[in-house]
Structure formats: C-alpha cells, structure tokens
C-alpha cells in the first residue's frame, strides 16, 4: 500500500463480504423453498427471499466496486484521495441504506418492481451516495496522474450513476416499463459494469503479472470497445417479447452473440499476461481469482448467454430455468469473481502483511467457482427439460415443475457447497495472519509498471 | 498486439464507436417508443383499473415469484397470458370470477407444493388487476409465447 487513504476501501470490503453473506444464506433458503416449499412460506414467502437475494448481490457488488476504486485510484493517480472523511460518510450511508432496504423487505416495504424494489427514499439515497463516490473520485484523478485503467474505470462508474437514474421513470404502460427497465439492468451488466470489471483486472494484471502498462492499456481499449459495441444494440435480446418492434430480432440476435467477443478476449487477455509476465508474484490465490474471473466470465455470460440469445431460440427458452442458470453463473464469473479477486489481491497490502491463508483462499476458490458450475448445469437440465414439456409439449407449469424437481436437489447440494467455499473465504481472508507472514512480502511492495 | 495497432487507434475507436453505437440505440429505442405507443400495445386502452392494476401487481411484488412477458422469477407460472389461459378472451367475465377465486382460496397449504401467500386484496384490487391482466394479454408479443401454457 502507497498512499494512507487507500485504508479507506477497508470499510467497503467489509461491508461487501458481509452482504455477500446475506445474500448466500437467502440463496441457500431460497434454494431449500424450491424443493420444500413449504418452508417459511407465511413468514417470509419466495418473492421477500429473492428480492433479498438479488439485492444483496447488486449492492455487495456496488460496495465492492467503490472499494476496489478507493484502493486502486490513488495508486494509480499517484496521490492521495481527495477527502477521506468524504468516502467514509459515504461509507456509512450506504451501509445504512442497504441494512434499510433488507429490514424494509421482511416487513414487506418496497416497490416491488424486479431488482429496482428500493422505496423512493433509499432510491434517492443511492443517488447521493453514487454522486459523493463521483466526486471523490473525479477529483482524485483529475489532480493525480491519469491512465487509462482510472479513464476507463472512472466512465464506468460514471454510467453506472448515469443509467440508474432510469429507475425514477415508471411508466404505467408496462412495455415501456420494461423498455426502460432494461435501460438500468442491461446497460449496467452488459454495458457500464463491463468497464469497471476490465479495469480492475486490468489493473491487477499490472501489479501481479509485471507486464508493460502499454501493453495492458491496449488491451482494455480494445476490450472494453468490444464491450460497448456489441452491448449497447445487444440490449435488444431483451426486446424481443415485450410489446417492441420486430426489427429487435435480428439487431438482437446478431449483436449479443458478439457480446461472447469482450469476454473471450479477456481470458485471451488475461492467459496471455500471466504467460507473458516475468514476476513471481507471492499472492497467488490473488492472481487465481483473476484469471479464473475472466474463464468463468466468458463460461457464465460468454457461453451461457449465446445459448438462449438467438431470438428463434429465446422464444422457447425466455423465461425459463435456462435463464436462471445464465444468470447465476454470469453474476459469479464477471463480477463477483472480479471483487473476490480484488479482495484477495489488497487485504495483504491493507492489513500491513505478506499474502496469508494461500492454500485455503485457493481451496475456497475451487469450492465456490466448482459449485456454481454444478448449479449452473443443473438448471441448465431442468431449463432444456421444461422447454420441452411446457413450450414444445404444451404441459401446464406446475406439472412440469414437478417434473424437473431433482435438478433444484442438485441446485440446492451445489448451494451449499458455495455455501461452505464462501465460509473458507471469509476466514482466508479476515482471519488471524500466520506469525510467519506478518512482514510484508518485499517484492509485493513494489508495484510493477 | 501488432506495433501498428496503437495506443492511441485503440482509445479513438474506442471513444468513436461507443458513441457511435449508443446514438444508435438511442435512436431505435425512441422509434420503439412510438412504436409502443402506437401498435405496439393499446396505450389509449389504460384506464384507470388498468393502471392502479399494475401498482397492485408492484405492491406485492408478484414478479419476484413468477413472470410477465417471460420477465421476472420462474418460480411461478407466467402471467402475461394468464387472462388468455383462464379464456378470458371468450368469456371474460367467467375469467374475472375465476381469477378473484384463486386469489382468494390463496394459500393452498398442500404439503409439498408451493405456496401462494394471501395479499388480502379487496373487491376494487381484485378487478384492478384483472383489469391488467386484461391489458397486458393484448399486447403484441410477437406470439410469444409458443404456448398457453406460459
């Protein structure tokens, strides 16, 4: 760690693994209703429980992102954050908000729209929070050194505030709705969250793999190109049912299948840089995470999206089990993966030590990454099963449910195995530090350009 | 990367064709607005009923169990052609008795299967959103989707 003020992301990480926790024991309940549906069903019925598990992955998400900034823009910009005290106020609200937001649910207060179930009041807090973290961080970069990895990663950021400002807008026709609905949820996973995940691997790259920084900033030019030229018209995937013109089909279809390009080109990216780098860097859960962020990326919203992203295809598979396995392992690669990584990569320079808990970080790595993968399969059957017996054959849903109910047992043991990785991560992570590592590594101090 | 390729070619394409393709989505989405409006859905059909339908369908976050026009959980069947399976499109106003009974007769408290909470809806909420469902059955949905079964 260069500059003091990057203890500032600190909070962020804490509060990020903290609703990640949440979010995997609602998962893990959630997963549990689908095979014993009678479970909690009065208490706290199946939409409360995923509007908790949803939520909480996008602001564990959010709160990893902003901490992942605190810590590299300083770095990068090669000077101290603009206000500390800014950036834990900001902290400390969002916090708040999100703690809010979840206590509001279980007492069934929210406004029930899909991901965007915030009451107004947190909806306007969020904005605040976003415009605080702008500032921040706009001026930090604006008065340090600038490079494409704080360019790129500051944009993203920038839109992300930008596109949720479209959650104000609920129109009573429920196409438009959905049409502008998307203008959130698409252009920020599929757009805007794209830049943020680049540059930070982009960034890690630099400082684990030592490979020239002009080398590194070519190749996030040209990913995040690929991002949004394929992204932005690939928001028409979403257009194709929902009341919008026929036209979408094909701008759909043939744009979204080149959204696999961006993600391709990160394991590309990323293999190459390991390949190619001549450092021995000691963290090396760290660089595990990073390349496997950019393998299962590429698996989870590369692969998996292409498969049910040709409109003659969706029009069997929207809406089915087939999207909930593309969800779940999308999210995972891209963007949890990039946080854990990140994580991984700045709590041995933020506590003060060497890289500690190697082994069980890695071990916590191929319990998670292989559970989602198990999950992911899983409902990925029980889709191509109930596309069969409920678009082709015509079977009424609860029927078909029915039919596929092994898959959600599996779905649930891959759970649970997630489950128990997360739990070796957290402890990997913010555990007590060996007596043997507790001197910072002298190579890890010394960040590569 | 070839040396021909520079820094600086990557960061103008970038900067050139996002703009580029944003204007272009921009520009189809506010065509699609219009054609929302126009052909799309019955816009000058939402009565009131219609749209306080839709804030009961928000109130008690119906989309987080099952979906609409394919959107939402998969955790119950879909409802955008929901008014279309009970056959409201013949008789509607058996439809509307139909759908006002399931609603009521919530939850079923079967063992083992799953469990709709009751939202205690009145008379008003109750023809609200079949008033939506109505609604939402008559957009054009490109005959998605392929069946009646949702």
């Known amino acids: 760690m260069k500059y003091?003020?990057?203890?500032?992301?600190?909070?962020?990480?804490?509060?990020?693994?903290?609703?990640?926790?949440?979010?995997?024991?609602?998962?893990?309940?959630?997963?549990?209703?689908?095979?014993?549906?009678?479970?909690?069903s009065e208490l706290l019925p199946f939409n409360i429980l995923r509007m908790i598990h949803t939520n909480a992955l996008i602001v564990w998400l959010l709160m990893g992102f902003f901490g992942a900034a605190y810590y590299l823009?300083?770095?990068?910009?090669?000077?101290?954050?603009?206000?500390?005290?800014?950036?834990?106020?900001?902290?400390?609200?969002?916090?708040?908000?999100?703690?809010?937001?979840?206590?509001?649910?279980?007492?069934?207060?929210?406004?029930?729209r899909e991901f965007l179930e915030q009451p107004m009041w947190i909806k306007v807090a969020i904005v605040v929070v976003a415009l605080m973290f702008l500032y921040n961080i706009s001026l930090t970069v604006l008065k340090g050194r600038r490079t494409v990895i704080t360019n790129i990663l500051v944009m993203g950021l920038w839109g992300i505030a930008i596109f949720f400002l479209f959650s104000f807008y609920n129109p009573t026709n429920l196409s438009l709705d959905k049409m502008y609905w998307w203008y959130v949820v698409h252009l920020w996973v599929e757009g805007v969250w794209e830049l943020v995940m680049a540059s930070i691997l982009a960034f890690l790259?630099?400082?684990?793999?030592?490979?020239?920084?002009?080398?590194?900033?070519?190749?996030?030019?040209?990913?995040?190109?690929?991002?949004?030229?394929?992204?932005?018209?690939?928001?028409?995937?979403?257009?194709?049912?929902?009341?919008?013109?026929?036209?979408w089909q094909w701008i759909g279809s043939l744009?979204?299948?080149?959204?696999?390009?961006?993600?391709?080109?990160?394991?590309?990216?990323?293999v190459q840089m390991v390949l190619k780098g001549g450092r021995n860097h000691p963290n090396k859960a760290a660089l595990l995470w990073s390349v496997g962020c950019a393998v299962t990326a590429f698996l989870g919203a590369g692969v998996w999206g292409f498969l049910h992203t040709l409109s003659w295809v969706n029009y069997y598979t929207h809406g089915t089990q087939v999207t909930a396995a593309h969800g779940h392992l999308a999210f995972f690669g891209a963007y949890a993966m990039i946080n854990l990584a990140i994580f991984s990569y700045a709590m041995p320079h933020l506590r003060g030590v060497a890289p500690y808990h190697q082994t069980l970080n890695k071990a916590s790595f191929w319990l998670m990454t292989g559970g989602m993968t198990v999950m992911t399969f899983a409902l990925t059957f029980a889709g191509v099963v109930q596309v069969h017996l409920q678009r082709v054959m015509g079977m009424?849903?609860?029927?078909?449910?029915?039919?596929?109910?092994?898959?959600?047992?599996?779905?649930?043991?891959a759970g649970a195995a997630v489950f128990i990785g997360a739990a070796l991560y957290l402890y990997a992570l913010l555990g007590p530090v060996p007596a043997s590592k507790r001197t910072p590594a002298a190579g890890a101090m010394q960040p590569a350009e | 990367m070839t040396e021909r390729f520079t820094k600086a070619a990557a960061r103008n394409i970038f900067y050139g064709g996002s703009l580029f393709f944003f204007a272009a989505f921009v520009s189809l989405t506010a065509l699609s607005h219009i054609y929302v409006v126009e052909t799309g859905t019955d816009h000058k059909g939402i009565?009131?009923?219609?749209?306080r339908g839709k804030h009961v369908w928000e109130k008690h976050s119906c989309?987080?169990?099952?979906?609409?026009?394919?959107?939402?959980?998969?955790?119950?069947?879909?409802?955008?052609?929901v008014w279309i399976r009970y056959g409201g499109d013949k008789d509607p106003d058996g439809a509307r008795v139909a759908l006002k009974g399931w609603m009521q007769a919530q939850p079923s408290g079967i063992e083992g299967r799953r469990q709709m909470p009751q939202f205690n809806l009145n008379e008003q909420e109750l023809n609200d959103l079949a008033d939506f469902f109505e609604w939402t059955s008559r957009v054009n949905t490109q005959n998605w989707p392929p069946k009646v079964s949702g």
């Not at chain 1, 000077?79 to 279980?106: N, T, W």
């Not at chain 1, 449910?401 to 047992?409: K, N, S, V």
């Open chain 1, 205 to 247: 790259m630099i400082k684990m793999t030592g490979v020239d920084r002009e080398i590194v900033e070519k190749w996030l030019y040209a990913i995040v190109g690929l991002a949004l030229f394929s992204g932005l018209l690939g928001t028409g995937h979403h257009y194709y049912w929902i009341g919008t013109p026929g036209y």
């Open chain 1, 396 to 413: 009424d849903y609860m029927s078909v449910q029915e039919q596929i109910a092994p898959f959600y047992w599996v779905r649930l043991a």
């Open chain 1, 4 to 40: 003091e003020t990057q203890k500032v992301a600190l909070p962020y990480f804490y509060g990020a693994l903290a609703l990640f926790g949440v979010q995997l024991l609602v998962g893990l309940l959630a997963g549990i209703v689908y095979v014993m549906p009678n479970t909690l």
């Open chain 2, 63 to 81: 989309i987080n169990c099952h979906s609409i026009m394919g959107e939402g959980a998969y955790f119950a069947p879909e409802l955008g052609n």
């Open chain 2, 47 to 51: 009565t009131e009923g219609v749209a």
């Open chain 1, 73 to 112: 823009i300083p770095e990068e910009a090669e000077r101290e954050l603009h206000s500390p005290k800014l950036a834990y106020i900001q902290f400390g609200l969002f916090m708040f908000g999100a703690l809010a937001a979840v206590v509001g649910y279980v007492f069934r207060i929210h406004e029930g």
């Open chain 1, 255 to 270: 744009f979204s299948t080149l959204e696999v390009a961006p993600f391709f080109f990160m394991v590309v990216f990323a």
